[in-house]
Structure formats: structure tokens, C-alpha cells
């Protein structure tokens, strides 16, 4: 039997595959096709205080190997989540991870004080690094100072497991890992989506009506992992790696470079089967290459 | 009704005019119940430029063959990817997706109406109609006479109405200019086509007090309303058009 178990602190996961917030909506959107519960966790679509429309159509645009998205954390706010969306998702087995927004610092400390209270939320995802938003967002991601007073702000209020979501749209990717990490987050996920943009040339216009978006799929594979690999060296807290992850290779390409676990995002759109898969295929290549245990892999290639 | 995720084979691939093939592919598990309107999303294989999944509508579907049509236009990489499909090779496919057209009451007299590429879910809408006992009028609009798609096809399920911008096979004009729309016999219009007609024909049914359903071909991405790309701005806020749709009754929209 292998042991796909992972810690972020004393909070244990089963296994290291989970769900990127906004590519798997609340979980339910899924059981058609997988067994939602067998995942390690699942990172639910961004909250915010207030109930959010978005940005308008067209939100989404296909590039070469991968796509760019402006949804712009669409959703119907936190009253609603606690009324309507927890309770048809808290007897999920498997942890489920609130990914939070603000547009002002204040936003971020009221919604992690309110998830604190819902006893089947054991950790939040401090999304200081969505592209789509004209206020908050990647303004708090990608400055070291508010980057550093926002963790700090959250971590005064909440108790539970507090996993910072970094920006890859920074000089130093490492200098926002350390700064939250010495604030007191518990773990960071990296990374975000990279900002782009597409022209429609046909319609001589934007693809998006935000003109530009995030860049998400296997196209930011590489640079995703080189963020991964220097932010798991320099930092002593779990790493989550994401960006670009479609196959178990790709995974465990992550996993060999430091990341603790790993978060399947835009691949759930074209194969919605994808995230199970990966995870069945960890454990055959842990069979094959003969390892017990998922640790003995983590950060190997920096062993 | 619970979505699936299935290779299905292609048993036809038929080129109907230039640009526009119908597939038919082969279910190899028993089809569910398909409701007109729904849609699958094909996966592009072979094809290194695309990456997401194709939303195509249900063109027809035959329980007793266990295969559904695709209409298929070519108007870019993937859809001219699935245009080479052949026969014997494998199309994964996610279906059923999104609602249907509305069930008509039984006084209702109801015209289809579509263009281009958009007449697509009305066959089987139109073969789902006659079952229940209706015989829709259809009215379909194309650019000229050789851009006509499928009239024998939409023959069998009703009178066949035709506008062409050039006035080469039936009436000259747009849709919204046929002589079968002057009197105002109708109590149910189903729509599907580029959204300028859509949009000319809401404004008709509107201004004539006429129940209205259109069919959006917004660009998607998951197509299980996750990803909340394919958004309709409706009186309701931002609804997606992969769950919430594609079928939209115009009250509904803001046009």
C-alpha cells in the first residue's frame, strides 16, 4: 500500500491531488464523472463578501496550448455560500478549501473570520493574485508590503490552515513566498495565472472585453514549474504547485521539483476525469519506481 | 440527468455543401434520453493548435442505431479538425449538456426559424415536435441557393419556408422579411442561428406578443458550467449558457 498522505501543518490530506478554485465550480459540477470525495482536496470558485456579476462576455479565449480567462470571481458572495452552497458540499469526503477575495484588505479579514465558523472548512486559499479584478486581486499579490499586511491581517483572525495563493506577474516570485511565509501562512500555492492578452483579428478587436486576462494550461507549464522548484527550496512551509498540469507526468514533474501536492486546474475543462486519473497515476509510478511513501519523491530532483 | 463522458465512432462523415459536413457517430453504450436543444462537447484530437473542447449541437438523434448527427461548419482549426473525421475513428464526447427547448401546449402553432449553421438543433426538435403530435413550419434562412442545407431533411417535419439574401431560392431577404411571419398565426417561435437573426427575430416575437426560445452558441470552455466563461447577461444576472442554456426564453435576455 502507498502512502499518498500529505500534512500542511498538523492537517492531513489523503493524497496530494487537488482541485485549482475556479476550474472545478463547487465540486457538484463533477460527480457526473468522478467520485469527488476520492480527491486529496478541493479548492473552491474564488468568494467574495458581496455578490459578484463579473466582468462581461466574451470572458475567455483559446491560445496555443492553452486559454486565457477574465471571469473576473463571479460568484454570489459569502451569505449565499454559507446558506446554499456549504451544505449541499460539507459532507464531501475530502477537505474542502475556500479560495477568499477582497477588494480591500478589510474584505479578506471578514470572510476568513466568517469560514472560520464552518466546521467542514479546514483551510482558506488567500487569493491575493486574480488577474480579472479592478481592485484588490493581484494589487495585493504582487506588492511585497500589502502582500505581507494582508497575510498578516488574516493569520490575526483565523486559526485554521492558511495557504497563500502567489502571482507569477512579479520580478521575484521567492520574495513573496518568504514574506508570507514569515507572516504565518501555512502553505503557498503557486501559481496563478499569468497575465496575457489575444487580439481577434478577424472582428479587429480584443478577445476578451477585458482586453487582457489569464493565461492558464500546459503553454505556462514550464515557467510554473521553475517558480515551483526556487519557491520549495526557499521556503520551509508546504508548496502547491499548479499551472499547466493535464497528465500524471506533468504532476509529478511538480511533485519531483518540491511541490507537496499539486492542483489540476484548466485540464478538469477538457477531461473532467483528468484530476482522478492523475491521482491513479501517481500510484502506479510510485509502484513502478518502488516508493512507499509520496515524501521520498518530494523535492527529489533537489535531494 | 446525469452527463457522461464517452468515445463514440464515427459512422458517417458526409460533406453536405462546401464548408458544412454531417457526422454521425455511434454511441457504444445505449444513448440516454436526449432532449431537443443539448448539445455534446467533442474533443479535438489531432489537432496541436486547439486545446479546448468543441460545443456542437445534437443535430438528430436515432435511438434504433444508437447514433447522434453533428452539423458540423468549418470556421476554424477544430471544427475543421472534426470535418476530417473518418469513418471507423473515435470522437470522445461529454453529453447530454445544457436544457432544451420547451414542451409546447397543445393549442400552440409553432415555427421553427434558423440560419446558417444554426438550424442544427432544430431537426431533432422538429422530429422531437411530431412525435408529440405538432407539425411545425419551418423557416430557415441562407445566403444563397447553394448555401441551403438539408431541405429534404426539414421537409419531412414540416412546411419548408426559405429566404435567401439574394433571392435565389425563395423569398429574398432575411428571415424576419418572410411573408409566412405578415400574419400573426404563430404562438411559439424556436430560434437558432447568428445572433443578429436571433436578435431581428426576438424583436419580431416581442413586438407580437409570441413566445420566444433562442439558442446561444456562446464560446465555452468546460461546458458543465464550472468555468463561467460562456456567460448570458439576463434579467437573472450572469447565467451560463453551458447549464442555464443554450435555450433562452427572450423574456429572459436583455435584447
Known sequence: ?303 | MSKRIEDFKVIENKRIITDFYVLEIEGVKRLPVIKPGQFVQVRVDGSPDTFLRRPISIHDVDYERNTLKLLIQVVGKGTETLAKSKKGETLNIIYPLGNSFGEPLINDRVILIGGGCGIAPLLYLGRHLNSLGFSPDILLGFRNKDRILEYEEYSAIGNVYITTEDGSVGEKGYVTNHSVLSDIKYTRVCCCGPEAMMKAVAGYSKRNNILCEVSLENLMACGVGACLCCIVDTVNGNLCSCTDGPVFNIKDLKW
Open chain 1, 1 to 303: 500500500m502507498v502512502n499518498l498522505g500529505i500534512n500542511i501543518g498538523d492537517l492531513h490530506f489523503k493524497n496530494p491531488v487537488m482541485t485549482a478554485s475556479g476550474t472545478f465550480g463547487y465540486g457538484p459540477e463533477f460527480d457526473d464523472f468522478i467520485d469527488v470525495s476520492r480527491l486529496g482536496a478541493i479548492f473552491i470558485k474564488g468568494l467574495t463578501l458581496e455578490p459578484r456579476e463579473g466582468n462581461k462576455y466574451p470572458r475567455m479565449a483559446e491560445t496555443p496550448a492553452g486559454m486565457l480567462n477574465a471571469v473576473g470571481l463571479q460568484n454570489k458572495g459569502i451569505e449565499y455560500f454559507e446558506s446554499n452552497i456549504y451544505p449541499r458540499i460539507k459532507d464531501y469526503n475530502t477537505h474542502i478549501v475556500v479560495n477568499i477575495n477582497g477588494s480591500y484588505l478589510d474584505d479578506y479579514v471578514t470572510l476568513a473570520a466568517r469560514l472560520e465558523k464552518l466546521e467542514k472548512i479546514p483551510a482558506i486559499e488567500l487569493n491575493i493574485s486574480c488577474p480579472n479584478v479592478k481592485m484588490g486581486g493581484m494589487a495585493f499579490g504582487t506588492n511585497l508590503v500589502s502582500a505581507r499586511e494582508v497575510t498578516k491581517a488574516v493569520r490575526a483572525v483565523y486559526k485554521k490552515k492558511l495557504i497563500v495563493k502567489l502571482s507569477p506577474n512579479v520580478t521575484n516570485i521567492v520574495d513573496f513566498a518568504e514574506v508570507v511565509e514569515e507572516e504565518g501562512a501555512d502553505s503557498v500555492s503557486l501559481i496563478n495565472t499569468l497575465l496575457g492578452m489575444s487580439v481577434d483579428v478577424a472582428k479587429m478587436r480584443p478577445s476578451l472585453s477585458t482586453i487582457t486576462g489569464g493565461l492558464s494550461g500546459p503553454a505556462i507549464k514550464p515557467v510554473a514549474l521553475r517558480m515551483v522548484w526556487q519557491v520549495a527550496k526557499a521556503v520551509k512551509i508546504p508548496v502547491i504547485g499548479m499551472g499547466g498540469i493535464m497528465n500524471t507526468s506533468d504532476a509529478l514533474e511538480f511533485i519531483l521539483a518540491g511541490a507537496s501536492a499539486v492542483q489540476v486546474g484548466t485540464a478538469s475543462f477538457i477531461d473532467p476525469q483528468a484530476s482522478i486519473r492523475i491521482l491513479e497515476g501517481i500510484e502506479k509510478y510510485m509502484h513502478h519506481k518502488g516508493y512507499n511513501d509520496i515524501k521520498e519523491i518530494i523535492g527529489y530532483i533537489n535531494k
